[in-house]
């Protein structure tokens, strides 16, 4: 592994294309896409306060990741998408695809952004929790294969605060879903 400066002494070493720094880098780039993307449709589908505040939490910390992590695929000149599927730097080299548009463990399918699309109300925050429940376990569980695997040290803190913050998530919907009279998806 390089340094990010070309100097083999320096701290910030330049994974590998294949590296686990690098697939991590670019899978929580996608699965963060969605969860924006799904925070920002439920943001125009309901009138409570609670889910748009908890939609726009989301929507923000993980658009300003992406970022991050867009920008270390940058800083160290490799390709932001690659030929390999989806997690096989986590040694999911034969993972099912993705079912209906769902690249990853965790993601919504294409059917249910639209599903979520056509919802309103009470429905939707229902549906966008248990949506994001799901998204955020997938993204717990990626998080912690970077936080065993990769080898920059600022990727590892990045996805340790991921576990940690979005596991406080799925506690915070568990009581909302509770709250509207649902539960979590099993």
């Known amino acids: 592994m390089a340094s990010a400066d070309g100097d083999e002494g320096r701290a910030t070493p330049v994974p590998a294309a294949d590296s686990a720094d690098a697939g991590f880098a670019r899978d929580m780039a996608v699965h963060h896409q969605q969860a924006v993307e799904m925070s920002y449709v ?3 589908r309901t009138d409570d306060e609670e889910v ?17 992590l867009l920008g270390w695929l940058d800083l160290w000149e490799l390709p932001k998408v690659s030929a390999d599927p989806p997690m096989s730097w986590m040694g999911m080299r034969h993972a099912p695809a993705g079912e209906d548009g769902a690249l990853m463990p965790g993601m919504a399918t294409d059917a249910e952004m639209a599903r979520l699309g056509r919802l309103n109300g009470r429905q939707a925050e229902v549906f966008y929790l248990q949506l994001m429940t799901d998204h ?18 600022a ?25 509207r009279g649902a539960a979590a998806r099993p």
């Open 52 to 68: 748009r505040r908890l939609a726009y939490d989301i929507a923000q910390t993980q658009a300003n990741q992406r970022g991050m």
């Open 42 to 44: 439920v943001r125009d």
């Open 136 to 153: 955020h376990r997938g993204g717990v569980h990626m998080a912690e294969g970077c936080v065993r695997a990769c080898e920059v040290e």
């Open 155 to 179: 990727g590892r803190r990045l996805a340790r605060g991921m576990v940690e913050g979005q596991q406080s998530e799925i506690r915070l919907m568990a009581d909302m879903l509770r709250a």
